[in-house]
T-cell receptor
Framework: KNEVEQSPQNLTAQEGEFITINCSYSVGISALHWLQQHPGGGIVSLFMLSSGKKKHGRLIATINIQEKHSSLHITASHPRDSAVYICAVNRNTGNQFYFGTGTSLTVIP | NAGVTQTPKFQVLKTGQSMTLQCAQDMNHEYMSWYRQDPGMGLRLIHYSVGAGITDQGEVPNGYNVSRSTTEDFPLRLLSAAPSQTSVYFC???????????????FGQGTRLTVV
């Protein structure tokens, strides 16, 4: 079983919809990351969280340490948000990352 | 400040050929790592390094070698390419923030490797 589970695997939304992507993990962590990967592109870090909530533009990330769960929300989605969103965690020890399999988001105009 | 520079972006190899994927970072990060990304799977750690002269194996190290002679460079070598090594490869460098050891990572653009 993967230490990091994401849902859904695929998501299609109409432009303007509110989107939620979920991430659950089963290990002790020091931080959780949300990453974005555009088709054929590199990986960009969106958020690093160890508690609470962070907001950047239309993106909001939350984490519940007790429940070992994080969500990434996109408000007023836009076709340019179409990408793969990856949840990754740092274990309590070391700098290694453990990755979810990603959520492929397509936003239709 | 270029961040993490990874080359080449695309490569096609014949089975049995060798090649080196290059990775360089200019942020003076101690920790560097190589991952492969395959359909339906999360990124998997191949090898990592916690500093110059120190490397260690990750989850899927077989068929790959690494070295870390300088802080900046962390090349990944495929000694004898196999079709199972067809994948997208990412190099990352990272550093710890604060006393809790939270790690921020920076990724290269990826190398799409096809072994025929």
């Amino acid at each position: 079983k993967n230490e990091v589970e994401q849902s859904p695997q695929n998501l299609t939304a109409q432009e303007g919809e509110f989107i939620t992507i979920n991430c659950s993990y089963s290990v002790g962590i020091s931080a959780l990351h949300w990453l974005q990967q555009h088709p054929g592109g590199g990986i960009v870090s969106l958020f690093m969280l160890s508690s609470g909530k962070k907001k950047h533009g239309r993106l909001i990330a939350t984490i519940n340490i007790q429940e070992k769960h994080s969500s990434l929300h996109i408000t007023a989605s836009h076709p340019r948000d179409s990408a793969v969103y990856i949840c990754a965690v740092n274990r309590n020890t070391g700098n290694q990352f453990y990755f979810g399999t990603g959520t492929s988001l397509t936003v239709i105009p | 400040n270029a961040g993490v520079t990874q080359t080449p972006k695309f490569q096609v190899l014949k089975t049995g050929q060798s090649m080196t994927l290059q990775c360089a970072q200019d942020m003076n990060h101690e920790y560097m790592s190589w991952y492969r990304q395959d359909p339906g799977m999360g990124l998997r750690l191949i090898h990592y390094s916690v500093g110059a002269g120190i490397t260690d194996q990750g989850e899927v190290p077989n068929g790959y070698n690494v070295s870390r002679s300088t802080t900046e460079d962390f090349p990944l070598r495929l000694l004898s390419a196999a079709p199972s090594q067809t994948s997208v490869y990412f190099c990352a460098s990272s550093y710890s923030i604060g006393s809790r050891g939270n790690t921020e990572a920076f990724f290269g653009q990826g190398t799409r490797l096809t072994v025929v």
